[in-house]
């Protein structure tokens, strides 16, 4: 095991890779737990879908991609939001409508221009070759405000998340922190695209959060635990990719889907006990009650 | 008695259309008022501008230095997204004292004493440690009490608590704000549309429909043509009589028969009325 893991550092694409690969994943699974608990776990899906269109645009065009997509994800992030809070719309229907039509125009500009390669490919599944060393450097700022707004706010960010109304009340700007949020989920969603693929990114915004919800019982251990089964998540994914040579974006959710499985088997193996336990308390009771009363017919 | 918020002519509105005309309004300490209304009729709009949530169009509200600095305890109504959130009962509470905390990042140990004597004056210390989404309706009510309290226990601001709750939840419910009106002095205001209930337990009544029709002390309110009608529609379902309140609701259900006009308001009494017959 170590011995792999060695090889794989002494290939510096790899190690690039791993180190963005895992700055993104602990962004996306703690801005995950707020966009999960507040019902904004499409927002994310929708974002990638927008993102995959910016991307082949820019690429058809010959713009750089980060400097195309960021701007547009971040609009795309406000305006996604904003249907979600307004209620006017279906959001559900407003967000797979939005993530259609971005895909279907990133396929028609990609095929008009360079064919469907495997460029194309290479953005709906992931390709581990995509981090560059401007990509970690950007990876490594945005985990850097993600960490702070998570450390600094995090009694902000826990009011918003439980309770908007209250938060509102109590004097906290809630749609700034909504924003932010947002903004922050379209830059991490458009640094991970091109490793982890349009169509897989928003496994890691939402898995680790929905994992760690099956057992934990406080918000701070939700918080805490996405986090480490995502960096672990994501390890174990590259690991798994590297040694049987799978794509890496598709082994990471494998490998986030087995830890949910694990984690919901544990809990609803909990329940039963505890059912269990209270049937046979309850069963107890009755014993009792008719050794009691057969007792009490014999004279 | 110290005057906590009064609102003076105040007016509130969403893009030209005005939701709340000339309302005119005093809290004072150990208050227990009730807003009452049909459906769209602004109470909701008046309460998010007591908040502070709005602006008012027309007219001013007066905040007493003590809740400017404390701010006002609400209890707004529980959303979809909290039946499965992750969080303790303890996590829950003490984000009641995020007001007083202003910018800096970190719960002191002062609020964390509050929080905690917070739960202990609701009698749910032993769930501190529980996880929200375990609790029953009831119980989840205490702990967003709690919460609310942590940020002042001078006035609860309460829209339609008692919605989702079982009966003898409702009952306990309002057990637990007379006793912390009574006995502690916390003023409270309430949204409701509970007719059945709140005519026993709130001392002023404040009936909105766009503009206040009636404000005043429920004595009074029991008697005027707006509790008749609003108590109308109850009575056909409620025959239970007894107190003032529902003999002269009585006498509304003679009157109801030519007044097409009431019976738009029965309808949004019905509402209630389901509420009281689980009640009792």
């Known amino acids: 095991m170590i011995g792999i893991v060695a090889e794989m550092l002494s290939y510096p694409f ?113 390709s581990i070759l995509a981090m560059s060393r401007e990509d970690v450097a950007l990876a490594a700022a945005l985990s850097l405000i993600v960490l702070g707004l998570f450390l600094f706010c995090y009694n902000k960010v826990f009011a918003v998340t439980f309770d908007e109304s209250f938060a509102r009340a109590t004097g906290v700007r809630v749609s700034r922190y909504n924003v ?25 915004i939402i898995f680790p959060a929905l994992t760690a919800m099956q057992l934990l019982k406080s918000f701070r251990g939700v918080v805490a635990v996405s986090g480490v089964l995502s960096v672990a998540g994501f390890f174990a994914g590259m690991v798994l990719s590297y040694v049987y040579s799978t794509p890496a974006g598709a082994s990471v959710v494998v490998v986030d889907l087995a830890v949910f499985l694990v984690f919901v088997g544990i809990r609803m193996g909990r329940e039963r006990k505890r059912k269990k336990g209270e049937a046979w308390r309850a069963g107890e009771k009755d014993r009792k009650r008719a050794g009691r009363e057969t007792r009490a017919e014999r004279p | 008695m110290g005057l906590l918020l009064k609102c003076e002519h105040v007016d509130f509105g969403y893009e030209n259309q005005d939701a709340v005309v000339d309302v005119s309004l005093e809290v004072r300490t150990g208050d227990y008022i009730c807003i009452v209304g049909e459906n769209g009729s602004g109470k909701s709009t008046l309460m998010k501008g007591i908040l502070g949530l709005l602006k008012p169009t027309a007219g001013r509200i007066e905040v007493s230095e003590e809740l400017k600095r404390a701010g006002i305890g609400y209890l707004p109504q529980q959303t979809e997204a909290q ?160 107190n003032a309140a529902e003999e002269k609701a009585g006498n509304a259900t003679e009157e109801k028969a030519g007044n097409a006009a009431e019976e738009k308001t029965g309808n949004a009494a019905g509402v209630s009325a389901d509420g009281k017959e689980d009640a009792t």
């Open chain 1, 14 to 126: 790899l190690v690039r890779a791993l180190i963005g690969g895992i700055l993104v994943s602990l962004c996306a699974s703690l801005l995950g737990v707020s966009l999960v608990l507040k019902r904004y776990s499409m927002i994310g899906d929708g974002l990638s879908h927008v993102s995959f269109g910016a991307l082949s645009v820019a690429v058809a065009v010959g713009w750089s991609p980060l400097s195309v997509s960021i701007p547009v994800v971040v609009l795309a992030a406000f305006f996604l939001l904003r249907i979600t809070e307004s209620g006017k719309m279906k959001s559900d229907a407003a967000i797979a409508v939005i993530s259609a039509s971005a895909l279907a125009i990133g396929i028609i500009v990609t095929s008009m221009t360079t064919g469907m390669t495997t460029d194309v490919s290479s953005y709906m599944f992931g």
């Open chain 1, 180 to 204: 932010l949020i947002a903004v922050l989920t379209a830059v991490t969603i458009v640094l991970g695209m091109r490793m982890m693929g349009a169509m897989l990114i928003s496994s890691l």
């Open chain 2, 83 to 242: 039946k499965d959130f992750p969080a303790t009962v303890f996590e829950v509470v003490l984000s009641g004292c995020l007001g007083k905390r202003g910018n800096r990042p970190f719960y002191s140990a002062r609020e964390k004493n509050a929080a905690r004597a917070n739960l202990e004056r609701l009698g749910i210390a032993d769930l501190r440690k529980s996880c929200f989404r375990d609790l029953s309706g009831g119980q989840k009510q205490r702990v967003l009490i709690a919460r609310a309290l942590c940020a002042t226990d001078r006035l609860l601001v309460l829209d339609e608590p008692i919605t989702g709750l079982d009966p003898s939840a409702i009952q306990e419910f309002y057990q637990l704000i007379r006793h912390l009106n009574r006995e502690e002095q916390v003023a409270i205001l309430m949204v409701s549309h509970d007719m059945a209930n709140i005519v026993h337990q709130a001392d002023k009544i404040l009936h909105m429909r766009q503009r206040p029709l009636f404000y005043g002390p429920v004595r009074e309110y029991v008697k005027s043509r707006w509790a008749r009608e609003f108590l109308a529609g109850e009575d056909a379902a409620e025959e239970k009589a007894g």
